[in-house]
Structure formats: structure tokens, C-alpha cells
């Protein structure tokens, strides 16, 4: 089928003068073209939504972590200094569905450090606290814990 | 109708109603479920908020704090500070359905913050006290959706 070059009015006014005229419907062409423009717009509605949810599922995840994170520390915080933390560990947050919570300790070692992972008792301590869901780890926050 | 054009058959009408109906569905669907998720999203966003808000305002009076009295009626209660004029009182507010956060300077407030702004009762905001330790749990509603947390926070002031 042959279509004279013309503008967008005069594209649609021929397709409507053939649609009047004859019953010679539309190519496979525009049909291809046609379908491949809504599958264009169905594609990104989809993606839209998709992206929408993903960013409120990481912003709950990053404020119950951040929740998490914070009370995890405030309990050390509100701990008596433990020495041997592997014997008796300092205590944990209340356990939420989907989030694990993971309590690190390293120790100081005097008089110029390194931090190290090995138990010593030099009166201080880096606490790291990980909160973690099932996609992997959402944040690490750290806090210094000294023997006083 | 023109001689020679015969028009379409009955399988071919049905198929093509068929498909219509089926495209219809599709995209109305499509059209609820961007409405169902961005209006639920929002929500959540909303009340994820919420919580944020509030655990960092009662993280931070806590943390300056050196004890916290019990409240009745609608406060639940006051963190009071090292400074014997300066205290943090929160309470629930039904008429805006907020808890807020009160810098009670002499007893006499000086400062009111909304610290959350979708709490749908005075019960979804519960205070509780274990030695200096704060534990508060909150429950805010926005739509259908709810978000809960509980935050522990140590009263640092010895």
C-alpha cells in the first residue's frame, strides 16, 4: 500500500479516508508499530509501579534498620562495660520478622591500638552493630565503648 | 452497505469482542493497580516517617536525660534533664491525632513539636521503663497501612 508523504494531520486524514473508503484495513507494518507503542506505555506503567515499590520496600527496610541499629547501640550504651563479651555478651534488641541484628566487638589494644578481634581487655571496646534483611546488609553503624 | 463488502462473520465478531474485552480488562486492571500501589506506597511512606521522626526526637531527649517520670490522662510522661528547669514531655494529642513533644522550660512548655503526626489512638504510643533504659513503642496509621517500632533509648545522665 502506498501512502503519500504527509504531516501527522495528513497521515490521520488519509487513514481516515481510507477507512471510509475501503475495507483494505491496516498494514502489518502499523500494526506492528501500533502494538509495539502500547507495549511501550503498558512497559512503563509496569516499570513505574515496579520502582515505586521497590523504593518504599528499601525506605522501610532503611527505617527499621536505622530503628533497629539505634536500640542496639542504646543498649550497650546502657550496659555496664563488659570485658569478656563472648562470655557473657552484651545484651540484644528484641528480634523483628525479616531483619537480623548482629552485635560485633573488637578490642583496643594500649597504648596506640590497633582495634583487633582477638579478646583482650585494654578498657576499650568498638561495638560494629549490622542490620541485615533477606537482600543482604542494610547498614553498619559503629560506637566506642570504654571501661569507666 | 456497499456491494462487494461483506462485513464480518459471527466467529470473527466474537473473537474481535473477545480481544476487545480482554485488552479492556487488562488495562483497567493496570489502572488500579498504579492507583492500589502509589496509594498504598504513600501511606507507608507516610508512616515510615512517623517512626523516623519520632525515634530521632525521643533518641536525642533521651540521651540527654537523667530520668523519666510517668505521665496520666493524656501525657505519658517527662524525661527530666541534669538542668532542674529544662524537661522533654511527650504526650497524645486527639485532636490532631499526633503525638507531640513539649520543652517544658520552669513547667511551662516553650516549645510543641508534632514529632508524629498519625498516631490513630493514645494507646499505638506506649512509654515503659526499665532501670535508665526508655523503651517506646509506636504504631502509626496513615490509610491502611500501619508501621510499628520499638525504640530503646538510655538515659546517659548518671
Redesign the interface.
Known amino acids: 500500500m502506498r501512502l503519500r508523504r504527509a504531516g501527522p494531520a495528513g497521515l490521520a486524514s488519509t487513514l481516515l479516508r481510507r477507512l471510509h473508503r475501503d475495507q483494505r484495513g491496516i498494514s502489518i507494518a502499523e500494526e506492528l508499530v501500533s502494538l509495539v507503542v502500547l507495549a511501550s506505555a503498558v512497559g512503563l506503567v509496569i516499570a513505574g509501579i515496579y520502582l515505586g515499590s521497590v523504593g518504599v520496600r528499601q525506605k522501610g527496610g532503611r527505617v527499621n534498620a536505622g530503628v533497629l541499629a539505634q536500640s542496639q547501640l542504646e543498649l550497650v550504651a546502657d550496659t555496664t562495660y563488659r570485658a569478656n563479651p563472648t562470655s557473657v555478651p552484651y545484651p540484644t534488641v528484641e528480634p523483628v520478622t525479616g531483619f537480623s541484628v548482629s552485635t560485633e566487638v573488637e578490642y583496643w589494644t594500649a597504648p596506640n591500638g590497633p582495634f583487633t578481634g582477638t579478646l583482650r581487655n585494654d578498657g576499650l571496646q568498638r561495638i560494629t552493630v549490622s542490620v541485615a534483611d533477606g537482600t543482604g546488609e542494610i547498614l553498619s553503624v559503629e560506637e566506642l565503648k570504654v571501661n569507666r | 452497505m456497499k456491494r462487494g463488502?461483506d462485513g464480518f462473520t459471527i466467529p470473527e465478531m466474537l473473537i474481535g469482542a473477545l480481544l476487545a474485552t480482554a485488552a479492556a480488562t487488562?488495562i483497567a486492571t493496570?489502572i488500579y493497580?498504579?492507583s492500589v500501589?502509589?496509594r498504598d506506597?504513600r501511606n507507608?511512606?507516610t508512616a515510615?516517617g512517623d517512626?523516623?521522626n519520632a525515634?530521632l526526637w525521643i533518641?536525642r531527649d533521651?540521651s540527654e536525660a537523667q530520668s523519666f517520670a510517668s505521665g496520666s490522662g493524656s501525657v505519658y510522661g517527662t524525661l527530666s534533664t541534669s538542668d532542674a528547669n529544662l524537661e522533654y514531655r511527650y504526650s497524645y494529642s486527639s485532636a490532631d491525632t499526633s503525638l507531640v513533644r513539649e520543652v517544658l522550660v520552669g513547667g511551662s512548655p516553650t516549645n510543641t513539636t508534632r514529632v508524629a503526626r498519625h498516631i490513630a489512638g493514645q494507646g499505638d504510643v506506649a512509654f515503659s521503663q526499665s532501670?535508665?533504659?526508655l523503651t517506646v513503642t509506636i504504631t502509626s496509621t496513615s490509610g491502611s497501612i500501619d508501621?510499628s517500632?520499638?525504640?530503646?533509648?538510655?538515659m546517659?545522665v548518671r
Open positions: 463488502e487488562l493496570a493497580q498504579f500501589a502509589s506506597g507507608r511512606l515510615l517512626l523516623q525515634s533518641g533521651t532501670g535508665t533504659l508501621e517500632a520499638t525504640l530503646s533509648a538510655s546517659r
